[in-house]
């Protein structure tokens, strides 16, 4: 079954760096999201992105945070300068184009997450 | 705006109990409606789905039913499992958005 992947599964990081999460969605979906979990808490949309630009973006995703696709797999999330606050799991998400759903519910396929620690 | 609402947590059962967690959502238009489950240390995995009023979605023994009259899609099943013991987590899908519940954790004891 295709699934979502992303790397990497942990990462430690000092406060100010930059940090770049990496996912690679369903190869034929068209529709990508990051969502952020932090430990316990509820899930929190990011950002979502289609034809190489983003489509929506909540209050959370400020300057500091950017996303891109550098290739025709990859989906990148990038922070610039990390915050304590900023710990979390990162979950990536896609979804395939309305042509393409079965059910005609759009539905998003996860990935496992990444969970950054920044100390 | 679009949001979905969970009863609160943690729940625990013994196995073989009932199971209800309940979901109401608030919308416009018609959205899609959702159950994901995450599983310790994992991501969130759909466990079903209905797109429209009346829609019944199962799996793996669980089944939640969109009601539109009470804007509700409460999920349930019927004997739990130890193997159940997850955060479960409603929501709602219109076009590209989704709206996640906090999530409910439940946990099944032998």
């Known amino acids: 079954e295709p699934e979502v992947t992303q790397t990497p599964s942990h990462q430690v990081t000092q406060m100010g760096q930059e940090v770049i999460l990496r996912c690679v969605p369903i190869s034929n979906h068209l529709y990508f999201y990051w969502y952020r979990q932090i430990l316990g808490q509820k899930v929190e949309f990011l950002v979502s992105f289609y034809n190489n630009e983003i489509s929506e973006k909540s209050e959370i995703f400020d300057d500091q945070f950017s996303v891109e696709r550098p290739d025709g797999s990859n989906f990148t999330l990038k922070i610039r300068s990390t915050k304590l606050e900023d710990s979390a799991m990162y979950f990536c998400a896609s979804s395939p184009s309305p042509g393409q759903r079965l059910s005609g519910a759009n539905v998003l396929t996860f990935g496992a997450g990444s969970r950054l620690t920044v100390l | 705006g679009n949001s979905v609402t969970q009863m609160e947590g943690p729940v625990t059962l013994s196995e073989e109990a009932f199971l209800t967690i309940n979901c109401t959502y608030t919308?416009?238009?018609?959205?899609?409606l959702f159950w994901y489950v995450q599983y310790p240390g994992e991501g969130l995995q759909l466990l079903l789905k209905?797109?429209?009023?009346?829609d019944k979605g199962s799996n793996k023994g669980f089944e939640a039913t969109y009601r539109k009259e009470t804007t509700s899609f409460h999920l349930e099943k019927g004997s739990v499992q130890v193997s159940d013991s997850a955060v479960y987590f409603c929501a709602l899908g219109y076009g590209q958005n989704f709206v996640f519940g906090p999530g409910t954790r439940l946990s099944v004891l032998p």
């Open positions: 919308a416009t238009g018609y959205p899609s």
């Open positions: 209905a797109t429209k009023a009346d």
